[in-house]
C-alpha cells in the first residue's frame, strides 16, 4: 500500500485540548503529527467525521498557541487498558499549516541534542573544584 501522506509525520509528544461543542476542555496527548494532521490519545470516543477544535504549543518555549479545527479521521478504543487515554484519534487539519513543521523541526532537534538554553557553553574550562584551605576558599579551575 502506497503512503499518502504529503508531509512528514514527526514523533512529538504534547499535551492538547480538544474542544468538542457539547464538551469543551478535554486534555489529550499528541503522539505524533505533521503539518496536516495529528495522532492524539484521548480519554473519550470520537466520531468519525466528527469536528472539533484544538489548542497545543509543540514547543514550550513557542510564544503563541496554535488554535485550529480538526476533522476526526478514524479513532480506536484499546480495550480492558488501565490507559487514561486508551482511544487513539488520527485527526486531519482543514488546511496544512507550515508553521508546524517548522515547531515539528525545532522540537526533533531538541529532543536529539537536548535544549540549546541549557546546554553548557564550550569555554575551554572543565571542572571547577572548591578547595578550603586555612585561609579561605579557593578556586581551582581544571
Known sequence: MRDRRRYPRHEAWFPVQIDRWFQPGLMGCCIDGSASGLLIRSPVQFAPA??????FKIVPTQDEW???????????????????????????????????????????????????????????????????TEHGVDFAIG
Open 66 to 132: 496554535v488554535r485550529t479545527e480538526a476533522e476526526v479521521i478514524r479513532a480506536d478504543r484499546i480495550d480492558g487498558s488501565e490507559d487514561p487515554w486508551p482511544v487513539w484519534v488520527a485527526l486531519r487539519l482543514p488546511e496544512p499549516i507550515m508553521k508546524l513543521e517548522m515547531l515539528y523541526q525545532i522540537a526533533d532537534d531538541r529532543r536529539r541534542n537536548g535544549d540549546p538554553r541549557t546546554r553548557r557553553r564550550h569555554s575551554g574550562i572543565r571542572t571547577v573544584t572548591r578547595v578550603v
Open 50 to 55: 466528527e469536528r472539533v477544535k484544538l489548542t
